[in-house]
């Protein structure tokens, strides 16, 4: 999946010296705007996906640790 994600469109994270670069692709969990970041860092955990948004998600989707979403990203 990760392999799709980066065929969609993206922006280039290009941070201050001293932190990594990484790629950003909009996404959505239901109808909460987010998105993925994948930072280009070497031996970065294949399976660890980083959601940011505007909003706290755990408070605006009310979840805990556990909880399972589904991040839609439009391919």
């Not at 990760?2 to 469109?9: A, G, S, Y």
């Amino acid at each position: 999946r990760r392999k799709l994600v980066k065929k969609t469109p993206s922006a280039e994270i290009c941070p201050a010296e001293g932190y990594y670069n990484g790629l950003l692709f909009k996404a959505f969990i239901g109808i909460v705007e987010c998105a993925i970041v994948l930072p280009e860092v070497t031996g970065y955990p294949k399976d660890l996906l980083e959601v940011i948004a505007s909003v706290n998600l755990r408070k605006a989707l009310q979840l805990e640790d556990g909880c399972e979403v589904t991040v839609s990203v439009n391919v």
